[in-house]
T-cell receptor, first 113, second 114 residues
Framework: DQQVKQNSPSLSVQEGRISILNCDYT??????FLWYKKYPAEGPTFLIS?????DKNEDGRFTVFLNKSAKHLSLHIVPSQPGDSAVYFC????????????FGTGTSLTVIP | EPEVTQTPSHQVTQMGQEVILRCVPI?????FYWYRQILGQKVEFLVS????????KSEIFDDQFSVERPDGSNFTLKIRSTKLEDSAMYFC????????????FGPGTRLTVL
C-alpha cells in the first residue's frame, strides 16, 4: 500500500544547477506534506512543508510546489550545492490521521562539484 | 541545539529474543513516535504516544510491540519475540504538538535479527 511514491530512486545534478525531486500521492485526503533530508547514519531532518491551502512554499534555496489536482508535489533546490547530497523523503498526512505520516521511499540526490 | 538520541546504534539479536530500543526525546516535547525503515524500503509509521498512552498505531504495531515512557525522559520500544523480518532501522521522533508540527528524528537504531 504505497500511498506516497517517489519514483526516482536517485538523481545526479551539477553544482549550481536546479535539483527537482518529485513525489506523487494517491490519497486525496492528504492535506499536509513535508520533505525530509537524511544523511547516512543520521535520522531524517525536516526540510520544508506545505499545506493543501497553498500551491507553493519557499524557504531560501528550497521551494516546494503542490499540484493537488495531479496529486503531485515537487521539491526544487536552486542552486544545488554538494552539501545537499542526501536522501530526500516526502511525507504526507491527513487531518483525519493526526500524527501519522506516510513516507515515500526516498530519492538519493548527488550534487556533483 | 536539542536533539533526539537513540541507543544502541546497532543491536544484534537472535530470533525469538526480546529487544528494547531506547530513545531520549527532546525535553520539552510531549508527543513521541516510532518509525521503522526496512533496508531499501520506505519509512513506516509504527506508533505515536502522548500523555502516557498510545494515541495511534499502524497495522505493523501488533501484540509483539509495546512502548513505554518509564521515567519521564526515556521512551522505549519493546519487541517481545523478534522475527527475522523485524530487522530494520528504527527511528524515534518527538514533537511539541500533534498533527502538523515538525517531528524531530533521532539517528536510528539498526536492529539485526539472526
Amino acid at each position: 500500500d504505497q500511498q506516497v511514491k517517489q519514483n526516482s530512486p536517485s538523481l545526479s545534478v551539477q553544482e549550481g544547477r536546479i535539483s527537482i525531486l518529485n513525489c506523487d500521492y494517491t490519497n486525496s485526503m492528504f492535506d499536509y506534506f513535508l520533505w525530509y533530508k537524511k544523511y547516512p547514519a543520521e535520522g531524517p531532518t525536516f526540510l520544508i512543508s506545505i499545506s493543501s491551502i497553498k500551491d507553493k512554499n519557499e524557504d531560501g534555496r528550497f521551494t516546494v510546489f503542490l499540484n493537488k489536482s495531479a496529486k503531485h508535489l515537487s521539491l526544487h533546490i536552486v542552486p544545488s550545492q554538494p552539501g545537499d547530497s542526501a536522501v530526500y523523503f516526502c511525507a504526507a498526512s491527513s487531518s483525519n490521521t493526526g500524527n501519522q505520516f506516510y513516507f515515500g521511499t526516498g530519492t538519493s540526490l548527488t550534487v556533483i562539484p | 541545539e536539542p536533539e533526539v538520541t537513540q541507543t544502541p546504534s546497532h543491536q544484534v539479536t537472535q530470533m525469538g529474543q526480546e529487544v528494547i530500543l531506547r530513545c531520549v526525546p527532546i525535553s520539552n516535547h510531549l508527543y513521541f513516535y516510532w518509525y521503522r525503515q526496512i533496508l531499501g524500503q520506505k519509512v513506516e509509521f509504527l506508533v505515536s504516544f502522548y500523555n502516557n498512552e498510545i494515541s495511534e498505531k499502524s497495522e505493523i504495531f501488533d501484540d509483539q510491540f509495546s512502548v513505554e515512557r518509564p521515567d519521564g525522559s526515556n521512551f522505549t520500544l519493546k519487541i517481545r519475540s523478534t522475527k527475522l523480518e523485524d530487522s530494520a532501522m528504527y527511528f524515534c521522533a518527538s514533537s511539541k504538538s500533534p498533527g502538523f508540527d515538525e517531528q524531530f528524528f533521532g539517528p536510528g537504531t539498526r536492529l539485526t535479527v539472526l
